[in-house]
């Protein structure tokens, strides 16, 4: 496999701070988990700081950065309040993603058609500070001309419908949604978009979507967590290392 076709595999570290929080403390550290990425050749770091803080902090971010080398991958709603402290602390990358204070997890794509305008000044202060914008948008083509409109130059696919179809296994419906991720993914890199993807990927469904070719990147965390419990973080992260580059 060339280094040109790698495929780059950040992880989010948010719950292994919601399992912190959960009793309060500082164990386990989110950042100790960062560094266990950073030790197993991962590419980057991804955390989201929500409005209601129920899994990474404020105080989180200084430390993962200071704690390795990795570039950090911000999630974040679009709000005056987020892009502060994405201003503040300089992260490689900005992640837009909708938010619902309800919600368990981050429950399908930005609507980046509809909320145009007020997406607008935020991708541009992102932008002008250097901090590469990325949209977690469905693998629509009206949300991907959204994000060329925007200026955006990464936009993320979510990947929970495939995931759910596969959980299901109907076979139809995966297959539906694995083409439409890939001619997305292609229609992006046509336009100077670089496409990466993420939610809802296991050691079991994460081959069809790292294979493929134009996808530069693949953003895993839950699963990877949730296997740290029966096998250690390493393990996991090494694991899905392999299945990615066996696809490719």
Known sequence: MSEARKLRLGVNIDHVATIRNARGGDHPDPVRAAEI???????????HLREDRRHIRDDDLKRIQDATDLPLNLEMAATGEMLKIALRHQPHAACIVPE????????????????????????????????R??????????????AMRLGAPVVEFHTGEYAHAHERGDGEARAVE?????????????????????????????????AIPQLAELNIGHYLVG???????EPAIRRMRELMDEAR
């Open 37 to 47: 990425v950073a030790a197993v050749g991962g590419d980057g770091i991804t955390a």
């Open 100 to 131: 619902k204070r309800e919600e368990r997890t981050t429950e399908g794509g930005l609507d980046a058609a509809g909320l145009h305008n007020q997406l607008a000044p935020i991708v541009t202060e992102l932008r002008d500070a250097g901090i």
């Open 133 to 146: 914008v990325s949209l977690f948008i469905e693998a629509d083509p009206r949300q991907l001309e959204a």
């Open 178 to 210: 694995l083409k439409r991720i890939a001619d997305m993914a292609a229609l992006a890199v046509k336009n100077g978009i670089e496409p990466h993807a993420g939610h809802g990927l296991t050691f079991e469904n994460v081959q069809p979507i790292a």
């Open 227 to 233: 296997e740290a419990i029966f096998t250690g973080l």
